[in-house]
């Protein structure tokens, strides 16, 4: 099991939870009051700075039922293990309604996973495929 210490900025937020034990995500709360307008993109604060250990990454993901029952969704979202600032959430209102967001609601979830470095090489070919270069709806819509 990964530790991940969490450094609350903000002693009035509740500290991130997995809502389920087999959750793969905990829930990042806001640390402010917040109208999200129709169509308005905001920066929220998250009243916490989070150690992820090294050679993992914190992704901040939509929280489904925002997303689908609001349209309220994130942008961005990649926290590095070397990062020590406050957590702050991209938040997007796709919808045509005023959001509200109080303080500590549950505005984002982060997952905490290993990833492989890449050493990026210049190359002038690439190996073959059977998709080779057939890209967006190259499947057909259904």
Do not use: C
């Not at 070397?82 to 919808?95: A, D, P, T």
């Not at 210049?122 to 709806?137: D, P, V």
């Amino acid at each position: 099991m990964v530790v991940i210490k969490i450094k609350r900025v903000d002693k009035g937020i509740i500290l991130p939870t997995y809502a389920y034990k087999d959750d793969a995500a905990f829930d990042l709360r806001s640390a402010e009051d917040k109208i999200l307008a129709p169509n308005e993109k905001a920066i929220l604060k998250t009243g916490i700075q989070v150690e992820i250990p090294k050679d993992h990454v914190g992704l901040i993901w939509d929280r489904s039922g925002l997303a689908a029952n609001h349209g309220i969704t994130t942008l961005g979202g990649v926290a590095d293990s070397s990062y020590r600032g406050e957590i702050k959430v991209i938040l997007k209102n796709l919808s045509n309604q005023e959001f509200k967001i109080n303080k500590n609601d549950r505005i984002a979830q982060m997952i905490i996973q290993p990833y492989v470095k890449a050493k990026i090489v210049e190359s002038e070919n690439l190996s073959e495929t059977e998709r080779s270069e057939n890209g967006l709806g190259s499947t057909g819509v259904k």
